[in-house]
């Protein structure tokens, strides 16, 4: 959809940009059973991420492939761990950085069963795990072991970005275990 839009190519071509992330919409070509979205076929995505990285390399940037976790949060681990390797393939292929949510999330969940990462739905991180998947991008990005980042995340209940995030104050023993399991995982 969006390499179709010529505002995004424009919108690329615009900055001075160091990293530039890529997220498919979690589906891949989602295949329906029973009523269930299920992990779809790849290829699509594969094209169309080979040639946005094509456009992000020749402004300068570098591509980050960011694999989200819902199929976690809807009850799908088989599903999550299709997405996971998919675009961890995708990563080696073109040689590009992936931020590992479904690793991240499924360790969390693993050591600490009872913590709550998701809003209602399963779909979409709360704050608690926006955090997590925002501490995952920083060990990335800044390529340093995390010891100490503000407490503070941010909620949204609604499918639309809101203008005013609510600001939520995180623990100091909640941060530390998503630290903890940010810094874990490749």
């Known amino acids: 959809m969006f390499w179709h839009d010529s505002r995004t190519l424009k919108k690329l071509r615009s900055k001075t940009w160091d990293y530039v992330v890529l997220q498919e919409r979690g589906r891949l070509d989602g295949i329906v059973k029973h009523g269930v979205v299920h992990v779809g076929r790849p290829q699509i995505f594969f094209?169309?991420?080979?040639?946005?990285?094509?456009?992000?390399?020749k402004v300068g940037a570098k591509t980050v492939l960011y694999c989200p976790p819902s199929f976690l949060g809807v009850g799908l681990p088989g599903d999550?761990?299709?997405?996971h390797a998919a675009h961890a393939m995708l990563a080696r292929k073109l040689h590009s950085a992936m931020i590992p949510s479904v690793a991240a999330f499924s360790l969390a969940l693993k050591k600490r069963p009872d913590l709550k990462l998701y809003e209602r739905g399963g779909h979409h991180p709360n704050s608690l795990g926006t955090y997590l998947t925002a501490s995952l991008f920083y060990k990335k990005l800044f390529r340093k072991k995390i010891s100490n980042l503000p407490l503070k995340s941010y909620s949204s209940r609604s499918q639309k970005l809101p203008k005013n995030p609510k600001t939520v104050?995180?623990?100091?023993?909640?941060?530390?275990?998503?630290w903890s399991i940010a810094n874990q995982v490749k």
Do not use: H, M, V
Request: glycine fraction near 0%.
């Open 169 to 178: 104050k995180l623990s100091r023993t909640d941060a530390q275990f998503l």
């Open 80 to 83: 999550a761990k299709k997405l």
């Open 47 to 57: 094209a169309y991420a080979a040639r946005f990285n094509r456009e992000i390399k």
